[in-house]
């Protein structure tokens, strides 16, 4: 069973489920620290790591270090946003070697911010810190997407919500799953039901020079129903 946060080995791929708040104390069942993740991701021998994705983020160091230890593993890592991969969940998100986004999920970006007191140089000495723990993600971006520093800057600044085709188109994403109609073959009556249906009538052409035949009028007939239903049906193929 699926858990909030949980790491499950199959074959020669490892499942990461990501549903919940990245936060350096474990307090809820849906947390995940670097410290957990980093000591499961030891020693683990596989080709793929899957990392599934829905949350609003949290402590930035911690998201730092995730994206990190992904990044190191030897697998080739795969992140997927299921739902929302907000602030430092967009940083993890960017862990991958693929980055897929289902066309029902967003990414959320923003600079870092924290809660302060003190002393006028105390607050300028903060927000100096914060511009300085923010670029660290910025690097983080900036090593896959193909738009400025300038510009995703600005997107920070604006606390952007990016939907799955600005991503794709941006670097943020390298594809987006669910993005047609489904196309498979499938095996369902009622999709040749409804082409019979609506099946337009073909009006027969005339024959030129010939002259034409009175119509030949049927005494109407009061077929039975369950008798009509199946003619029709017989002569339907199942797709």
């Known amino acids: 069973m699926k858990k909030y946060y949980s790491l499950a080995k199959e074959n020669n791929e490892a ?33 793929t790591i899957n990392v599934y994705i829905n949350s609003y ?5 911690e998201g730092l270090a995730i994206y990190n230890a992904l990044k190191r593993h030897k697998a080739k890592v795969k992140t997927f946003c299921d739902g929302f991969a907000a602030s ?81 188109t941006m670097g943020f994403a390298t594809s987006i799953v669910n993005d047609n109609i489904n196309k498979n073959p499938n095996q369902s009556i009622k999709k040749k039901i409804m082409e019979q249906l609506i099946k337009p009538v073909e009006t027969p052409k005339e024959t030129v020079g010939k002259p034409k035949e009175p119509k030949q009028v049927a005494e109407p007939t ?3 129903k369950e008798n009509t239903l199946k003619n029709f049906l017989a002569g339907i193929k199942t797709c």
């Open 57 to 61: 983020g949290g402590e930035v160091a």
């Open 88 to 168: 430092i969940a967009s940083v993890i998100f960017m862990a991958g070697d693929e980055r897929i986004m289902s066309n029902a999920s967003l990414l959320f970006i923003h600079n870092a911010w924290t809660w302060t007191s003190g002393n006028a140089n105390e607050l300028r000495k903060q927000a100096e810190d914060l511009d300085i723990i923010t670029q660290a993600s910025i690097n983080a971006y900036m090593n896959h997407v193909n738009i400025t520093e300038d510009e995703l800057k600005e997107m920070l600044d604006n606390e952007t919500w990016i939907t799955p085709q600005d991503a794709l």
């Open 15 to 47: 499942n990461i489920t990501i549903y919940g708040d990245i936060t350096s104390w474990e307090w809820f069942e849906s947390d995940v620290s670097s410290y957990t993740l980093s000591k499961e991701l030891e020693g683990l021998d596989v080709d």
């Open 222 to 224: 009061m077929e039975p």
